[in-house]
């Protein structure tokens, strides 16, 4: 197939894309407006790989410029849509270009593969479900976000399934757990512990670190959509769960034992406004397709925390010009103010 893929410079979107064109014969155009967590460099080790790079091409674009878009899906088979403004933290501070690229530029792709008549596999999120107290969210449970950031996502779900019932828009969406692995932006809870702890820096658990996620790595993450992509059903959503529920806690302390670093490090800091308690999702639907997470949690992080430790460069810049300036808004006073952990 020929495959747009936007947000394709991203942390799993550029994963997508090492692991699709290494497994398939397709060919990808990449989309990515390169913002603060879209990095060319994301894709650097596929394009000197004479074999991949040569079935890739970038482009420098923003999805929410329709004539940008609209050339680019008259060229595809399908579109895979991973462009997203990610971190719940920055939708607190600012949630306009949540909203733009969620809502807005997801309508744009809806509408240009409406006219094409191509699949849209559109990546989504656990949290639009908001916070379960108990059991699982399946894939018809009520839709509950507590954040700009979720609530944003949710409206994307929701305008994808007007548009399959509306217009008959072959659309997919996918529901994927707390995904972590290489290459993911060090404002993250896991690379930024990571980075943190390797920097011999204290680590800002917030409130009582007791919230519970489910986590995913990138790589079994980046399989699911690909099988949706080829095998969902038009219309269908999809739970990709981790299988792996920990707290913040639980995550904190596994990187400072990967880390060897001392405990010292970990630091009680004031809660996130809204903070969700708990994610989890059940996963039959997709399992029933022949997915399951292949990398545990132990495994995963161990990956992780070496490729942190051995791309130091590449993290460094990933933070970029701005970033001890965000970092002392987010963290300075909650950091001053603190208490061990």
Known sequence: ??????GGAGFIGSTFVARRLAGSGDEIVVLDKLTYAGLRENLAHVESNAM?????RFVQGDICDAAAVAPLVAGADAVV???AETHVDRSIAAADDFLRTGVIGLHVLLEAVRERGIRLVHVATDEVYGSIESG???????LAPRSPYAAAKAAGDLLCHAFFVTHDV?????RGANSYGPRQHPEKLVPLFITNALEDAPLPLYGDGLQRRDWLYVDDHADAIALLLDRGAAGGVYNVPGGEEHTNREVAAAILGATGKPTSLLRSVEDRPGHDRRYAMSGERIAALGWQPRVGFDAGLKQTVEWYAANRGWWLRARGDGWTDYYERQYGRRLAESTPA
């Open 136 to 142: 699982q969210a399946s894939e018809d449970s009520p």
């Open 81 to 83: 849509n991973f462009a």
């Open 1 to 6: 197939m020929r495959l747009l893929v936007t």
């Open 170 to 174: 072959d659309v997919v969406v996918s």
């Open 52 to 56: 991949l790079g040569a079935r890739l």
